[in-house]
Nanobody
Framework: QVQLVESGGGLVQAGGSLRISCAASGSIVSINAMGWYRQAPGKQRELVALSTSNGGTNYADSVKGRFTISRDNAKNTVYLEMNSLKVEDTSVYYC??????????????WGQGTQVTVSS
């Protein structure tokens, strides 16, 4: 089995910064994509940032220039550095990984979600 554990969410004032992280554990052969999605109450889950195994990154337009995704492949960990936070960034942030397990093909895995609240 594979488990994704997130950490680092919390409450921050508008204009502030926060870093969240997500570590995967289990019978992992390789991790292709790593990323972050978010879902606010009453809204659909949306992509925030994605990092591919070949080094490519993709960001939502709303976070470009403010958020930075990074990964530590040796630790099976992905990070999201969030700067210049806005009230509208308030959401539950979910870690996502495309993982290939021993004896299996690649599957999508999700973290449990971490709340990020930005106050005005």
């Amino acid at each position: 089995q594979v488990q994704l554990v997130e950490s680092g969410g919390g409450l921050v004032q508008a204009g502030g910064s926060l870093r969240i992280s997500c570590a995967a554990s289990g019978s992992i052969v390789s991790i292709n994509a790593m990323g972050w999605y978010r879902q606010a109450p009453g809204k659909q889950r949306e992509l925030v940032a994605l990092s591919t195994s070949n080094g490519g990154t993709n960001y939502a337009d709303s976070v470009k220039g403010r958020f930075t995704i990074s990964r530590d492949n040796a630790k099976n960990t992905v990070y999201l550095e969030m700067n210049s936070l806005k009230v509208e960034d308030t959401s539950v942030y979910y870690c996502y990984m495309r993982i290939r397990r021993i004896g299996y093909g690649a599957d999508d895995y999700w973290g449990q979600g971490t709340q990020v609240t930005v106050s005005s």
